[in-house]
């Protein structure tokens, strides 16, 4: 099953701590030759301060060998680093955690700033103290206690750079600590420094971060907040909600396209509990075939075949097919093998209902096999179906009849006069024939008029130029976000 295992294009987004869950994952599940494994999480950890655990590879992947000397150094080092910045830290601490302080900090941190300057003489240096060892705890794997200094960093800190650098760590925290709630709290809090885009080096207000510094940072928050997502209550809605929002679908595009797996699973899984859903996630589906479709050059793996097979290719017996795979791929993937059976049990539905769209004279042993499904499971699964107001067969129950001789459901859907279709078609096309008039016009306007006097000023052509290039760039994208959304 190696051949569907996403690892290698996902660990490049992680850090190197969000690694380990994978590679143990693999481990257990023997996806690949053990001693691969245990050779790829010694090399991740060699660059940690996970001494013992370092020395516990070291032993499986160097049997009989002696640990080498620099072990007992690099031990020795990582305590003594770690008494000096919890002294540094603890001064800071004690002064936050004095009920008298609590109650002077206001809202404003500069005036925090100087209130612990004046009072405390607390410098900004020292509550730097709080990141470095909140971090340094971060490297031994001591995940609770750097959020815990990182949240108290955050809270005094006015450091563009070191604050997004503390959100990331405390997101990869919880996340590693387990605490779900929290960890979505954070990654919510990620997501909009990301999206507000302010650059982190300047202290300069109104510097915008680079794009491609803003791709990067979205193709990584993406990977990351898998874990949130496929282990959060709330976590599927969450991720459909903000993976098919544009910038991040174009980042999906742009920079990831097998986050569509994901993607898919998701809209596959919600499709149930989408009544009371915004209009996203209730359209979700629609979206991600169409997104499928476009990206199938680039990705495609049994999950978004399974969906291409049942809503572009209408081919149900290649959906079987991918759908045997699907769960294969599934129970060896670390993050929706939790889900198995509700991504089963959601593909049925999604089979029958496209199937009963089709056919007037439903077999059920037909029905049955193509949901992998014995005739007795069958039968009982679709008359459920038909009783589930959620289902596209419960408007079909007034007028479905089952006859159990033939073993065949019909149903009479008055279909829809082929004129009132062409008048929907119409329309939808002259509002669209509308739009694109619209957006022509504006870029006609928008182009500088030509300079008078022979003022060839650098505005008028330095803006001019820059407006071309700027559409020239932004097009491929800009194109690819309207199919997705269309």
Same mark, same amino acid.
């Given at each position: ?19 380990? %869950? ?45 640990? %080498? ?10 305590? =003594? ?55 340094? @705890? ?73 794009? #491609?510094?803003?791709? @990067? ?23 459909? =909600? ?6 991040? #679908? ?87 093998? &939790?889900?198995?059976? =509700? ?16 056919? @007037? ?27 589930? %107001? ?5 408007? #079909? ?30 329309? &939808? ?32 052509? &330095? ?12 097009? %491929? ?10």
């Amino acid at each position: 099953m190696a051949e569907y295992d996403l690892t290698t294009k996902l660990i490049p987004y992680l850090d190197r701590h969000l690694a380990f %869950p994978l590679l143990s994952f693999l481990h257990e599940n023997e996806i690949y030759p053990a001693e691969e494994l245990i050779q790829a999480q010694y090399d991740l950890a060699k660059e940690t301060n996970m001494v013992d655990y370092y020395a516990g590879l070291h032993e499986q992947v160097y049997p009989g060998k002696e640990i %080498p000397a620099e072990f007992g150094q690099k031990r020795q080092q990582a305590m =003594e680093t770690n008494e000096r910045l919890e002294g540094e830290a603890q001064a800071v601490l004690a002064v936050i955690e004095n009920p008298d302080v609590v109650q002077a900090l206001r809202q404003d941190k500069l005036q925090n700033l100087t209130y612990l300057k004046d009072n405390y003489n607390v410098t900004v240096d020292q509550i730097t103290a709080l990141y470095n060892f909140g971090q340094f @705890q971060y490297t031994y794997g001591n995940y609770t206690g750097a959020a815990d200094y990182l949240y108290h960093f955050r809270i005094l800190s006015t450091s563009n750079a070191l604050l997004l650098s503390s959100q990331w760590g405390k997101t990869a925290s919880d996340i590693l600590s387990g605490k779900w709630d929290t960890a979505l709290e954070e990654l919510n809090k990620l997501k909009e420094i990301i999206d507000a885009g302010v650059a982190t080096t300047s202290t300069t207000p109104g510097v915008n971060m680079p794009a #491609l510094t803003q791709l @990067q940072s979205r193709t990584w928050f993406m990977h990351w907040s898998l874990f949130v997502y496929f282990n959060h209550v709330e976590g599927r809605t969450a991720l459909l =909600e903000t993976f098919l929002a544009p910038t991040y #679908l174009n980042t999906i595009q742009t920079s990831c396209p097998w986050l569509l797996r994901y993607l898919a699973a998701a809209a596959i899984i919600s499709r149930k509990g989408t009544g009371t859903a915004s209009r996203t996630v209730r359209t979700s589906l629609q979206t991600v075939v169409k997104l499928i479709q476009t990206e199938a050059y680039q990705y495609s793996d049994p999950i978004t075949d399974f969906l291409r097979d049942v809503y572009v290719e209408f081919d149900f017996d290649q959906a079987q097919v991918s759908l045997k795979e699907a769960e294969k791929l599934i129970q060896n993937d670390f993050f929706l093998e &939790g889900f198995k059976e =509700e991504f089963l049990e959601n593909a049925r539905f999604v089979v029958s209902e496209a199937y009963c769209r089709i056919h @007037q004279r439903i077999d059920i042993a037909d029905l049955s096999s193509r949901l992998n499904l014995s005739q007795k499971e069958g039968e009982k699964w679709i008359v459920n179906l038909i009783r589930d %107001p959620s289902s596209a067969l419960f408007s #079909l129950s007034a007028d479905a009849k089952i006859d159990l001789e033939q073993n065949v459901i019909s149903t009479n859907k008055g279909s829809l006069p082929v004129y009132q279709s062409v008048i929907e078609k119409t329309r &939808g096309l002259a509002f669209r024939t509308q739009v694109l008039g619209a957006a022509m016009a504006k870029r006609g306007s928008g182009l500088p008029d030509q300079p008078e006097n022979g003022e060839e000023g650098q505005q008028g052509g &330095g803006g001019h130029h820059h407006h071309h290039h700027h559409n020239r760039r932004g097009q %491929p994208n800009a194109n690819k976000t309207v199919i997705a959304e269309a």
